[in-house]
């Protein structure tokens, strides 16, 4: 049962109470009030577990109540139920412990009051534990000065009913001779209690006497319902209803029990039965106590004894680290230990017999007297000072510190009271206390303004604490995630298995990793965690940081990374292959060019020559793919491309299929090869038109825009600048996230075996990376597909044309000399065999090396350099450079499959070095080398 007091006016509608009343997972007694005032005036009724509040009666009614009311000593948690920061603010201010968004969900204002009342309820049992254990010290420190063990049984009597809040208490003493419980000392009873009575009846059927057979604490809570024992006719006269009983250890044999009962029904918790047979621990460890109870007779003794042995008594005083000051009724000091002058700076002639006052500051004398005055007329107990409000002591040179206090009474054996005070310097505890708020002051800073979320849960896995970060990660607010679970947080379904590794986190004391979780508005984020089990009692520490962009970009990174490794190897491929290509190229083209060939044989030529044509075209793609192709680029009008091709695209699609296009106004100028952007515009047409077997429509638009930082920072390999964009769109059946990811994988295609090679997007995707640009996909499965190419943007209108050849040779072949270098041998034995029948002088090597050392013996001039770019040991820039070096005049001929190298391409751009594309025809050699050597130009 929770005891609810809920404060709350009827203007304009009670819609707080609504809420509670709509709470079904709470056993909820509800007392209702209408404002703060009210409040206070119940309270003589009715203590609440929880104190709920609507805001509205927070923001028209003075909050000073709720001051008073912790002035009065009530702690039970108050919640303010509302929105506004600045009610929150006065309200923290004021006393309150919780602060509740406003919200309309039952559920989240039962986890409120849950965490409240639970929080609320350990804080006090914590408060009341700690209360015991004063007491206990108190008690035992009489025992140490109280010379009169009557005295100290009332001593411990009165602590014990005064800690628990009961009426009676009784100490009763078993005489072994007689087989009888004696009262020895008694609070609380009517006059017919009289102490040195023997109890009546069989010692074994009264509460206390059960308590010695067995040995153990006797708890009772219905006296009227006990079949253990019958209950004494003191107990029945007195209307107790509930008790508990504990012995008093003894030896040889047991000296008796301790008893506390009440009126009232009430369970006893282990807790406080621990606490009543720590009491009687007290009891049985006094040192004067005798076994036949003669307590007065052996405390005149010990007196006795101590006078005759002062030194003895001195030396315990005077070796006393804490302060010990002695005073009588009046105040005046009768003794100060070396440990009080060091303290208090005064010597012990100066203070003895001064009024304690003058170890005070003016402003707490008065009230100190009252204090102890008081004390004194409450009878022989002892006080604990320093917990509800601050005791100040003064140094001899006027310097105030604070100090805590323990004062015990006691009186002699003439009768006179004495007061014994046993003082401790809290300087630096206070210090301590002091710095420890510092610190925490400094880490909650650190805590709100952490750029990582920070939560902390219990070991239930519900949220008490979490930073302004952990609202902005999970998408809610403080206010929601108290209260609520991690599991609210994680995948649906999961719930089990959550549970099972929070358990083995609590188990193994630490935890990291990565998950995903879900916030309210149904977006998930990957975050990376780590975990700190019970860095607090009941505390757990949760540190989040979201890596959701770092995931994409690592996994577009990966991406990248495959089609770069895909692509080296595609290069490599094509450029091996190209030179086969030559090979069948060169001596099928020498074949068929021989008379009086028979039919059959010519028709197998050309099927060869056709074949590796088609070969050659494939090369083509996969160079293009992996951006190792020789390119001319140039300044284009992407619209006017796309004008010259659409009558081209209208015969590629379907008659069910409808092409639509939508151009800037203006030209849109992109340094490309013009060859090369409009095969990627025909790829990108030709797979949305695959993508439609049913027909649709396939937009293509064109637009320039500025990719910002914040673009870019989500797309990897993405430059910030302006650009031209080209969109293919098409309505076709959309793509998964998973075939998306392979989309730009070369020979990857979803077509059957014969209709695809798979070529198609990754060649669009070389080709756009050469040019400096990206491809990026959008897709979503029955919505179509948009593929957006970016390419970067130039302010400068495309230049004319160049003049082209008009395919003849310019001139019959000379003399001249040649120098081929070419590492394939089938290759180099095809171009020197047509090449000498076109009657060049020719010289042939393998490599670099060998080219040099055929150089350096030819006594004559070499009219041109026929090489290879990529050869093994010494690539062809390099066999180029070293024999320009001592033939400067000699022409140079590049000729490769791919090549990357940026001094080549640069060479090509400015005239000064040439470039033939593998595979070419013989036909195309022999006009390049015959073009070159006429051209005095070059």
């Not at 420890?436 to 949220?463: H, I, K, T």
């Not at 310019?810 to 394939?824: C, I, K, M, Q, R």
């Not at 050869?871 to 000729?895: C, D, N, Q, S, Y």
Request: charged content about 20%; aromatic content about 6%; overall charge negative.
């Amino acid at each position: 049962m929770v005891r609810l007091l809920l404060i709350e006016d009827e203007i304009p509608r009670p819609r707080l109470r609504g809420l509670v009343q709509d709470i079904k997972g709470m056993d909820l007694q509800v007392e209702h009030v209408p404002n703060g005032p009210s409040a206070l005036g119940r309270l003589a009724h009715f203590e609440p577990d929880v104190c709920l509040l609507d805001r509205q009666v927070g923001e028209s009614t003075d909050l000073g109540w709720t001051v008073e009311l912790r002035n009065r000593g009530y702690q039970f948690p108050i919640i303010f139920w509302g929105s506004s920061q600045d009610t929150r603010a006065a309200a923290h201010f004021q006393g309150a412990s919780y602060w509740a968004a406003d919200q309309t969900q039952p559920g989240l204002l039962e986890r409120t009051l849950q965490y409240a009342t639970e929080r609320g309820r350990s804080k006090a049992a914590l408060q009341y534990f700690c209360h015991l254990q004063r007491v206990l010290a108190q008690l035992g420190q009489s025992a140490l000065v109280t010379a009169d063990f009557p005295s100290l049984m009332e001593q411990c009597l009165a602590g014990a009913l005064g800690a628990l809040g009961l009426e009676y208490g009784a100490i009763v003493e078993s005489v072994s001779h007689s087989n009888s419980l004696v009262l020895r000392a008694g609070l609380g009873w009517s006059p017919s209690f009289r102490l040195g009575e023997a109890l009546g009846g069989p010692v074994v059927e009264s509460q206390a006497g059960y308590a010695l057979k067995t040995g153990k604490p006797v708890v009772v809570e219905e006296l009227s319902a006990e079949v253990r024992f019958r209950g004494s006719p003191l107990l029945h006269d007195h209307g107790v209803v509930s008790g508990v009983s504990v012995m008093i250890p003894g030896s040889p044999h047991p000296y008796g029990v301790l008893g506390v009962h009440t009126r009232s029904r009430r369970p006893f918790c282990a807790d406080e039965v621990n606490f009543l047979s720590s009491v009687a621990e007290i009891l049985a460890a006094a040192p004067w106590r005798s076994q036949s109870g003669q307590g007065a007779l052996r405390a005149r003794v010990c007196e006795q004894a101590l006078a005759e042995s002062p030194d003895f008594f001195a030396s315990i005083v005077e070796t006393a680290q804490l302060a010990i000051v002695c005073v009588d009724e009046e105040q005046r000091i009768l003794l100060f230990n070396r440990a009080a002058e060091q303290m208090f700076g005064y010597l012990a002639s100066q203070v003895a017999g001064r009024r304690l006052g003058v170890l005070l500051p003016d402003r707490f004398r008065t009230s100190h007297h009252q204090q102890v005055d008081s004390f004194g007329r409450r009878g022989p107990l002892q006080m604990h000072m320093g917990d509800r409000q601050e005791v100040v002591g003064l140094r001899a040179d006027g310097q105030e510190f604070p100090i805590d206090a323990s004062i015990a009474q006691l009186t002699t054996v003439d009768g006179h009271k004495r007061y014994t005070a046993i003082i401790r310097d809290m300087t630096s505890r206070k210090q301590a206390r002091e710095k420890l708020a510092q610190s925490e002051a400094r880490f909650r800073a650190l805590f709100e303004n952490a750029l990582d979320a920070v939560l902390v849960a219990d070991d239930e896995a519900r949220y008490v604490e979490a930073n302004p970060a952990a609202c902005a990660l999970l998408g809610v607010s403080g206010e929601k995630i108290v209260g609520s679970c991690l599991y609210d947080y994680l995948e649906p379904g999961v719930h089990e298995l959550a549970s099972d590794q929070w358990r083995d986190f609590l188990e193994h004391g630490a935890k990291r990793g990565i998950v995903r979780v879900f916030r309210p508005d149904g977006t998930s984020l990957v975050v990376d965690y780590a975990a700190t089990a019970r860095f607090l009692p009941g505390l757990n520490l949760s540190i989040l940081r979201d890596v959701s962009r770092q995931r994409h970009l690592e996994a577009q990174l990966r991406q990248s990374q495959k089609l770069e490794a895909v692509g080296q190897l595609a290069g490599g491929i094509a450029h091996d292959f190209n030179n086969l290509l030559m090979v069948i190229l060169g001596y099928s083209d020498e074949v068929r060019g021989r008379a009086n060939l028979e039919e059959s044989v010519q028709q197998c030529l050309d099927e060869i020559h056709h074949a590796a044509q088609q070969a050659s075209l494939l090369t083509g793609q996969l160079l293009a793919f992996s951006r190792k192709q020789i390119v001319q680029p140039g300044v284009v009008d992407l619209n006017l491309v796309l004008g010259d091709l659409e009558r081209m695209l209208s015969r590629l699609i379907r008659e069910d299929i409808q092409l639509q296009t939508r151009l800037t106004p203006h030209p849109l100028y992109v340094r490309v090869d013009a060859g090369q952007i409009q095969q990627l515009i025909v790829n990108l047409v030709v797979n949305a038109r695959d993508a439609m077997p049913r027909g649709g429509e396939i937009q293509l638009q064109t637009h320039d825009l500025v990719l910002d930082d914040d673009y870019v920072s989500h797309h990897l390999g993405v430059l910030p600048g302006r650009y031209a964009m080209l969109a293919v769109t098409d309505t076709g059946v959309g793509m998964s996230k998973e075939l998306q990811k392979r989309v730009f994988e070369p020979f990857f295609t979803t077509k059957r075996v014969g209709e695809g090679t798979g070529l198609g997007l990754s060649t669009a995707f070389g080709i756009a990376a050469q040019a400096g640009g990206s491809i990026w996909l959008y897709s979503e499965i029955g919505l179509g597909s948009t593929f957006k190419v970016y390419l970067p943007a130039v302010a400068s209108p495309p230049l004319g044309p160049d003049a082209v050849e008009d395919g003849e040779l310019l001139a019959s072949p000379g003399p001249e000399t040649l120098l081929v270098v070419e590492d394939d041998e089938s290759l180099r034995r095809l171009m020197a065999r047509v090449l000498v029948s076109a009657g060049y002088t020719l010289l042939v090597a393998r490599d670099g090396s060998e080219a040099q050392q055929v150089a350096a013996e030819h006594p004559h001039a070499i009219d041109l350099l026929l090489t290879d770019v990529v050869m093994p040991g010494m690539p062809g820039r390099e066999v180029a450079e070293a024999l320009l070096a001592t033939r400067p005049h000699m022409k140079v001929l590049f000729m490769s499959g791919y090549t990357a190298d940026a001094v080549v391409r640069l060479g090509i751009d400015q005239g000064a070095i040439h470039f033939i594309q593998k595979p070419f025809s013989l036909v195309d050699l022999k006009r390049k080398v015959r073009s070159l050597l006429d051209d005095d130009r070059s």
